[in-house]
């Protein structure tokens, strides 16, 4: 059973730097795609920024800049370098990957920026 397990959330003040590790274990094959979305109290959960198997990546306008996703395709495992943080990007961040076709989830790590 593919697992996705997600570490490296915590509080920061604005400005500062946090960096998320995704990573997905139960499984020989290696993710199609990755990527981090988040879900603020009382919004919907959105895109933060994806990686494709051929390390193409794709970013919300907000995060753009600031946030940069990469990832190791032998650990399958996945980063999300977060710097510049603002309150705004307070929220639950999830991993997801596409493997053979599902897609998975991880259980989420909070993230908290004050001001």
């Known amino acids: 059973q593919v697992q996705l397990v997600e570490s490296g959330g915590g509080l920061v003040q604005a400005g500062g730097s946090l960096r998320l590790s995704c990573a997905a274990s139960?499984?020989?094959?290696?993710?199609?795609?990755m990527g981090w979305y988040r879900q603020a109290p009382g919004k919907q959960r959105e895109l933060v920024a994806i990686i494709s198997s051929g390390d193409n990546t794709n970013y919300a306008d907000s995060v753009k800049g600031r946030f940069t996703i990469s990832r190791d395709r032998s650990y399958n495992t996945a980063y999300l370098q977060m710097n510049s943080l603002k309150p705004e990007d307070t929220a639950v961040y999830y991993c997801?990957?596409?493997?053979?076709?599902?897609?998975?989830w991880g259980q989420g790590t909070q993230v908290t920026v004050s001001s």
């Open positions: 997801n990957a596409l493997i053979l076709g599902t897609n998975h």
């Open positions: 139960g499984t020989i094959f290696s993710a199609n795609v």
